[in-house]
Structures are given as C-alpha cells and as structure tokens.
C-alpha cells in the first residue's frame, strides 16, 4: 500500500475509534466522593467507569449525584424532539430546573410541529416545580437556613409567578422582610418584639442579649432606615417583571452604598467604643448578606433575559467588593456554565407567561 493510503487508513482508523471513545468526566456520588475518568458501559442502572489512575468501577446510577447522572444520559440522548422532552422530564424529576428548561427549548427546536404537545409538558413541569422549591423552602426555615429559604422563594417568584405557589413564596418573602426590617440590629431575631418598635424597628439588641443604648441607636438611625429601603426595594423588585425588577433592585444596591459610606464616618469612633464597634460589626454582616441577595436576584433576571454579560458583570461588582462570598463564586460559576449550555430563559414555550 503506497505511504499516502497508509496515512489515510490510519486516520480513518483514529477517528473510528474517536468516535466510539468517551471524554474523561468527573463522577460524583451522594456520598461525597469524586472519580474522575471515562465510561466504559453504561446499562441504564449501573454504569462502568476507567478511573484516570486504571482502575475499572462500577457505581449504582441512584449512588451518583443529579447533576452526574444527568451529564451521562445527556451524552446518550440524542438530538431528536421526542429524545429532548424525555430529557427535560427526566431533568424535573431530579429539580435539575435549568437543565429542564434547555431540553424543552431544544425538543421545539427539533420538531416545531411537537409544540401543543412540549407545552403541555411544560405547564406540568411548571406546576411541579413550584410544589417543590415551595416546599423545599419551607422544609429550610423550619431549619433555621433563612438565607437559603430566602434565595429559593425569591427564585420561585421571580421565574414562575403565575402559580399558586409563588403567591404563598411572596407572602413568606413578605413576611422575612418585616422580620429583617424589625430585627436590624438584633442578632438573635427570636428575641426581638413581635412587631416594630416606634420609628419601625424592633428592639435592637447586642450579642449579649442586652439591647443596643439609645445614644448607639440614634447614631446609626441613618444605616437603619438605607437599610430598611434596601430590604423593601429587593422586595417590590421581586414582584416586577424584567427591567422594572431590575430598576428597583439597583435602587436597593444604591442604599447599600450609602450604608457602606455611612459605616465608614463611623468606624473612628468604634475605635474607642465597644458597642460602636459591635454595631458597625453586625451592619457589615448584614449588609453583605443583603447585597448579596439583591445581586443574585438581579443576576436572575438577566438569566431570565439569558442576558449572560450583565449577569456576569453583576456578579463581578459584587465580588470586588467581597471577594470571599461564596454565593457569588457560585453565582459566577452558574453564570459562566448558563452561558457555554444556553441555560437560563424563562419557562415559555411559544409566548408570554400563563
């Protein structure tokens, strides 16, 4: 065989085999533990792994995590409408919403003449999905996880208002404002009155239970009432749709910055009054977590858009001021992998929301 025909079959050997080879992935389990390497076979119930040191594994497709089990059937599904809604079924049974979202997308890019029968799935798997950021909301404030609680309901609002559980998230929302708002220089909310105090604040109270003196209150009244605007305006742009949310949420981000400036005039003199400096101590952990919480709500509704610069640049603002926030490393990271999968965009097939 002459040197050309050589190269030319062993190239076709190469990509014969390419073809039939699949790229190294991470496999993570419910259990915590993480493997990296190649499927070997994968039989719907178990699947065979090449570990990248030579070992061969075989774990329980139910012992692996959501988010790896659905990379290894996304790798098996095919391109076409009805192989793309089974996908983003499946993807509702494991809350991997997102995922779901990019799948229905898909299968009415396949096959357009499939739509009546994709929105009807979609109306289900709207309805499902709200039962249970609902409910896995209520399960974390039973738990004290207020923080979390708070990002799902917000998500819930903000990405399917039209069901009815988004208006039982709206009420709990409404409720963890006035709470937050009553309880701003209280570090332990159970201990607060049960409704605001006269200039609508319950009583502030240090870490020691005592409350805060009337000279500190009145000191930090300016911080207080930025902050009470930040929580209502985060809360009323929840409640609006596109850049109507938007515009209230950078009103909240302007009050954090008039907390930020307002904190700073009194740091000197935290210098010599320990009660100042635990005030100032708790407005920077409470304001972070706030701002915190308005950005991702902000970076939400550009996903929604699939607005993937401004959501990233959002996230990049809030880092350079607190660089260590791990809910905005996550939010980075979110943002960056909505961007390389075309995540993001409402939960609309074929017009406007209902």
Same mark, same amino acid.
């Given at each position: ?8 079959? !062993?190239?076709? +050997? ?17 259990? %915590?533990?993480?493997?990296? $390497? ?15 040191? %030579? ?7 139910? !012992? ?73 909301? /209520? ?13 799902i309901l917000s998500l819930? &609002? ?30 332990? =909310?159970? /201990?607060?009155?049960?409704?605001? !105090?006269? $200039?609508g604040a319950g009583e ?6 005592? =409350? ?26 929840? $409640?609006?749709?596109?850049? %109507? ?24 003199? %935290? ?7 635990? +005030?100032? @101590?708790?407005? *920077? ?25 401004? +959501?990233? *640049?959002? &996230?990049?603002?809030g880092l350079a001021e607190? =660089? ?6 996550? @939010? ?6 909505? +961007? ?15």
């Amino acid at each position: 065989m002459r040197p050309a025909l050589l190269i030319l079959a !062993a190239l076709c +050997a190469l990509g014969a085999s390419a073809a039939h080879a699949r790229a190294q992935d991470t496999f993570e389990t419910v259990a %915590g533990n993480t493997y990296q $390497g190649s499927v070997v076979s994968n039989d719907g119930v178990s699947v065979e792994i090449q570990t990248t040191d %030579g070992m061969t594994m075989k774990l329980p497709l139910e !012992a692996l995590t959501p988010e790896t089990q659905y990379r290894l059937r996304r790798a098996d599904t095919t391109d076409d409408a009805q192989s793309q809604l089974d996908l983003a079924e499946w993807c509702v049974t494991k809350t991997l919403y997102e995922e779901a979202r990019i799948h229905f997308r898909k299968a009415l890019a396949a096959d357009p003449l499939m739509a009546d029968k994709i929105k009807e799935r979609v109306v289900v798997a709207r309805a499902t999905a709200a039962k249970e950021l609902l409910a896995r909301a /209520k399960s974390l404030q039973a738990s004290n996880q207020d923080q979390e609680a708070r990002r799902i309901l917000s998500l819930l &609002v903000q990405e399917l208002p039209l069901e009815e559980p988004a208006k039982e998230a709206a009420r709990m929302l409404d409720e963890d404002t006035a709470k937050r708002k009553a309880t701003v220089m209280d570090r332990s =909310p159970a /201990k607060a009155s049960s409704g605001p !105090a006269e $200039g609508g604040a319950g009583e502030a109270r240090r870490s020691d239970g005592e =409350p805060f003196s009337d000279a500190t209150r009145s000191l930090f009244e300016p911080i207080i009432k930025s902050y009470q605007k930040l929580l209502d305006a985060n809360r009323v742009g929840l $409640g609006k749709e596109g850049s %109507g949310g938007i515009d209230e949420f950078e009103k909240a981000l302007k009050e954090s910055e008039k907390i930020r400036k307002e904190a700073e005039k009194l740091r000197p003199k %935290g210098a010599n009054d320990a009660e100042v400096t635990e +005030a100032l @101590a708790l407005v *920077d952990t409470k304001l972070e977590e706030a701002s915190v919480d308005t950005r991702l709500n902000i970076v939400n509704a550009y996903l929604l858009r699939t607005s993937y610069n401004q +959501a990233a *640049d959002v &996230v990049n603002k809030g880092l350079a001021e607190y =660089p260590k926030n791990e809910r905005l490393l996550q @939010a980075r990271n979110h943002v960056s992998a909505a +961007a390389n999968n075309g995540g993001g965009g409402d939960w609309v097939i074929g017009g406007r929301r209902g």
